[in-house]
């Protein structure tokens, strides 16, 4: 059974930064994709950022050119280096792996206040 386990979350200002992540384990291989994927109040959860085993990235529109998504495969952790924050960018953040079934963490808070 694949486990994610999340950490970095926080209260952060408008403007800040701060820097997601999220360690996989109980898998024999790399996760196929790993993500990002953010819940606000009141709203449905949404995809922020996903990266493959090969490197390829996709990201929502609205965090392009602020956040980054990367992974060490070595480690089985996704990291989402989040910069220039706004409140817009507060939520639950859960982390998502997929090979062949979705795994999701627990989730970690974000908050930016403005």
């Known amino acids: 059974q694949v486990q994610l386990v999340e950490s970095g979350g926080g209260l952060v200002q408008a403007g800040g930064s701060l820097r997601l992540s999220c360690a996989a384990s109980?898998?024999?291989?790399?996760?196929?994709?790993m993500g990002w994927y953010r819940q606000a109040p009141g709203k449905q959860r949404e995809l922020v950022a996903t990266?493959?085993?090969?490197?390829?990235?996709n990201y929502a529109d609205s965090v392009k050119g602020r956040f980054t998504i990367s992974r060490d495969n070595a480690k089985n952790t996704v990291y989402l280096q989040m910069n220039s924050l706004k409140p817009e960018d507060t939520g639950v953040y859960y982390c998502?792996?997929?090979?062949?079934?979705?795994?999701w963490g627990q989730g970690t808070q974000v908050t930016v206040s403005s």
């Open positions: 998502n792996g997929y090979n062949g079934r979705n795994y």
């Open positions: 109980g898998s024999r291989f790399s996760l196929n994709r």
């Open positions: 990266v493959t085993s090969g490197g390829s990235t």
